[in-house]
């Protein structure tokens, strides 16, 4: 098979935990793999060792993009990038800072030179990262900005006849779950009130000249992003004709985790043959350890338990730590699952999110005589639990393909929303959604229901087909019978 120069880009640690083993298995297959970072933190620079030490070519351009972190956070700081671009937007802020007034909307217009300003210096580095790599392949995540480095690359890899595959990051894809997604968002305080089409003069005149810049949904309008930050995107050609798609359909080909993940493309239009199932990348690595006896009895003895005990899987909300919701709200209704949890008598264990505090959580997890699970993820343990409960995340599926009944908070009032999108037990009819005031009930139902002790990981993990070394063969073969003229 012809041997080829694939780029791997990530921009969150979220993106390498999910499908960061992909540039391991094209360097495994013989290709030549070139891997660009666009933030940096302690995952970022482990991950970037990593590549380093086992022979890919990796490079880190956060400092040049001035991304860094902040109290262990994501954070833009100052970078310094002298140019003619950035001189010209800091007199045109000035001049339009000087004569509009305080109460004018157009004040706005002034954050665009800062939006073109971002969106010049990222192509700066997306043009070196292409001279660096010169790849014939281009994977990447199904990414949300407009105006960022991978936007500027994917125009690249498309002048430059490079195939784009877009690797598996999320299970819920496709326009109407965005949809939802982001007015819920705004809602909820997350994102800009800018993003009503109603909010101003500005947001109104753009709505007409723009109408297909804006959706619909449960009687408001609203943009896919702050239409200043849209006209810098569509003024350098990188907007596409609906921004609401998500992932873009500019790939040749985006791979999702799960056969429910895919139904929600075909239901907002993509083409059946440019959608790829073929597994979770992340589990790859989980479910050759937890088929060894050997790891599972290590894991036992430093979670300090056997596996033959009964215990309940609590995947905890991080509600506080995204924003979507206040710290003493978010407390409240985790304070209020222990409570369930501990009336229960069985053994709990506790999974965190990556951005939750430790601390914070273990010295209220001690006060219950729970367990937390810090060193191995919630795919680890959901194969031994007796059951899970969860909040709307994108673990259930596996906890329910791992043979376990999910209990799904319904925080978000999902089941009363008018979707055109999957339902929970549509997924898999292993997750129950449940709203908050029953989960009591449905906790007693699952005791009632579930044996002390039902798990064979081992068999569970030993059937599991290795989705990375696929995704990459896959990418590759599409490319080589594309290049042959046997795909339209």
């Keep these: 098979m012809q041997k080829h120069s694939i780029l791997f880009t990530f921009q969150a640690q979220q993106f390498v935990i999910e499908s960061g083993s992909l540039p391991f298995e094209a360097a495994a297959q013989g290709h030549e793999v070139y891997v660009a970072l666009y933030w940096n933190d302690s995952v970022a620079q482990a991950y970037e060792d990593k590549c380093r030490a086992q022979g890919l070519q990796v490079r880190n351009y956060s400092t040049q993009l001035g991304f860094g972190t902040e109290a262990g956070r994501l954070a833009i700081i100052p970078a310094d990038r002298p140019g ?88 819920c894809y496709g326009e109407d779950v965005y949809i ?19 909010v101003d003069i500005v947001n109104r005149q753009l709505a007409k000249i723009f109408p297909h810049w804006i959706r619909s949904y449960n009687g408001k309008q609203q943009f896919a992003k702050d239409p200043i930050e849209m006209l810098a995107a569509w003024f350098q050609g990188l907007l596409y004709h609906d921004p609401w798609k998500k992932p873009y359909d500019i790939y ?11 139904e929600l493309l075909y239901r907002n239009g993509y083409a ?14 989980v479910a050759r350890q937890c088929a060894d006896p050997g790891f599972v009895s290590r894991m036992q ?39 369930v949890l501990k009336a229960t008598g069985q053994k709990i264990i506790l999974s965190l999110h990556p951005l939750c505090d430790f601390d914070t959580y273990n010295s209220h997890a001690m006060r219950y005589g729970f367990t937390i699970s810090r060193n191995y993820q919630i795919y680890y343990l959901q194969p031994f639990c007796r059951f899970i409960v969860s909040h709307s995340c994108t ?40 709203p908050p005031e029953e989960l009591a009930q449905a906790v007693d139902r699952l005791l009632a229901e579930t044996a002390n002790n039902e798990h064979d990981a081992g068999s ?3 059937a599991y087909a290795p989705a990375g070394a696929g995704i990459v063969k896959d990418a590759v073969v599409m490319t080589a019978t594309t290049a042959q003229g046997n795909v339209s």
Excluded at 272 to 285: A, C, E, F, T
Excluded at 310 to 330: G, M, Q, R, W, Y
């Design 395 to 434: 673990t259930n599926h596996q906890g329910a393909l791992a043979g376990k009944k999910v209990i799904d908070i319904d925080y978000l009032n999902l089941r009363f929303e008018n979707l055109n999108m999957i339902a929970p037990e549509e997924i898999h009819p292993n997750i129950m959604l449940v």
């Design 272 to 285: 059946h043959n440019r959608v790829g199932m073929l597994g979770k990348p992340s589990i790859d690595q």
């Design 301 to 339: 003895e430093e979670l300090g338990f056997t596996f033959d005990e009964s215990f309940i899987l609590f995947n905890v909300a991080p509600s506080a730590e995204h924003k979507n919701t206040s710290e003493d709200v978010h407390f409240r209704q985790f304070f209020a699952i222990c409570d």
């Design 252 to 262: 040749d080909r985006i791979y999702v985790p799960y056969q429910f993940s895919a």
């Design 84 to 171: 003619i671009h950035k001189f010209l937007s800091s007199r045109i802020r000035a001049v339009l800072s000087r004569f509009l007034p305080r109460s004018s909307p157009l004040r706005r217009f002034i954050s665009l030179p800062n939006y073109l300003h971002a969106s010049i210096a990222a192509r700066e580095i997306a043009r070196k990262t292409w001279a660096w790599s010169r790849p014939d392949i281009y994977f990447s995540a199904s990414f949300g900005s407009i105006i960022g480095v991978e936007n500027h690359l994917a125009k690249i890899a498309r002048q430059a006849g490079a195939k784009l595959f877009c690797y598996p990051t999320y299970p």
């Design 460 to 462: 569970y993990y030993s």
């Design 180 to 198: 939802r997604r982001r007015f819920q968002n705004v809602d909820m305080g997350m994102w800009t009130n800018y993003l009503r089409a109603d």
